[in-house]
């Protein structure tokens, strides 16, 4: 998640919603390791104590430097979700009631044909399978609900478990973006990856029932 749309001045009106389901309000997607759904503004706190510590937020944009900021962040997310431009889910682990992460979708095009993606989550979870079950379930969602063509993500090439992470849920390499990432004054190469909605299909298949003829 190396760059977040949301910027302190980007608040805009959620005018010319367009009505649908994930428009009117997120799904709330249950996984064998977590439960995603909308981010409320009782997570801010939360979210300010796993995603500002340094080994999280080392290779993504700066996230907001207070609770109040991630409160206003969380307000401009669900005006953007209801407005068709973006979804942005917590990460809520089993047996407990608050966020730990984030998973974000935006679009690159009016519609959502392409989109690119993005996440984060507290280093006390990493390693626990927690990114994966909620990945495949935003996956499943941007693509078969949303209906998403092709996703993409940026990560810096210094970033071997975000880079690792995408490797494993089939995401393709397609190239490096040299320099196009500033963090902390300096420019970062990053790698592009993608993946598109039939090929994440195929996948899910072949996980299901080891083969497809």
């Not at 307000?75 to 407005?83: G, H, V």
């Not at 989109?115 to 909620?134: K, N, P, Q, R, Y």
């Not at 063509?149 to 990560?155: K, S, T």
Request: aromatic share 10%; charged share 20%; proline share 4%.
């Amino acid at each position: 998640m190396e760059k977040m749309p949301y910027q302190p001045n980007c608040e805009r009106s959620a005018a010319g919603v367009i009505s649908s389901d994930w428009r009117n309000a997120l799904p709330v997607l249950d996984g064998k390791k977590a439960t995603l759904r909308e981010l409320k503004l009782a997570d801010a706190p939360a979210l300010f104590a796993m995603l500002t510590a340094e080994e999280v937020s080392r290779f993504i944009s700066p996230p907001p430097t207070t609770v109040a900021g991630f409160e206003r962040f969380i307000t401009w997310a669900i005006a953007e979700r209801a407005a068709g431009r973006y979804v942005c889910f917590a990460v809520v682990p089993h047996g407990i009631q608050t966020a730990v992460g984030l998973f974000q979708v935006r679009q690159l095009e009016p519609g959502f044909a392409t989109a690119e993606w993005g996440f984060a989550l507290g280093s006390a979870f990493w390693g626990s399978g927690m990114f994966v079950d909620g990945a495949e379930m935003v996956l499943n969602f941007a693509i078969e609900i949303v209906g998403v063509r092709r996703l993409e993500a940026r990560a810096a090439v210094a970033n071997g478990r975000g880079n690792g992470a995408l490797r494993k849920l089939g995401a393709v390499q397609e190239g490096v973006l040299r320099r196009s990432f500033l963090k902390n004054g300096e420019f970062l190469d990053q790698m592009l990856w993608s993946i598109l909605g039939e090929e994440w299909r195929q996948t899910r298949a072949v996980r299901r029932h080891g083969s497809i003829h």
